[in-house]
Every structure is written in structure tokens, then in C-alpha cells.
């Protein structure tokens, strides 16, 4: 199991968290709350791995 870091944000201007996880290209989403960040987090990490076999 790998682990991966994701840099998380809050935007005011349209009150959403946004979150990153850096050095995989693509793989960043927002969400209305830290558990929907989260879960957005994991299923586009995974859709980007499985791309680039990472």
C-alpha cells in the first residue's frame, strides 16, 4: 500500500475545499466538505494511477 500526500486548501471565493496531491498529474478535485474531499481525493488518485501504472 502506498501513501500519498495531498495538500488541501479552503476557497472562499466558492466555498469549497480543494486538494492536490502533488507529483501525480490530474490528480486534484474539491469537494463541500473534507469527507467529500476526501473520498473525491481517493477515487481520482485511483483513476490516476490506474492511467499512469503508477
Known amino acids: ?3 500519498f500526500t ?7 471565493e466558492t466555498k469549497l475545499y480543494v486538494g492536490i496531491v502533488p507529483g501525480i ?4 478535485t474539491q ?3 473534507l469527507d467529500e474531499l476526501k473520498e473525491n481525493l481517493k477515487e481520482v488518485l485511483e483513476l ?3 492511467e499512469y501504472k503508477v
Open 48 to 50: 490516476c494511477l490506474e
Open 25 to 28: 498529474p490530474g490528480a486534484h
Open 6 to 12: 495531498a495538500y488541501i486548501e479552503w476557497d472562499a
Open 1 to 3: 500500500m502506498k501513501i
Open 31 to 33: 469537494g463541500a466538505t
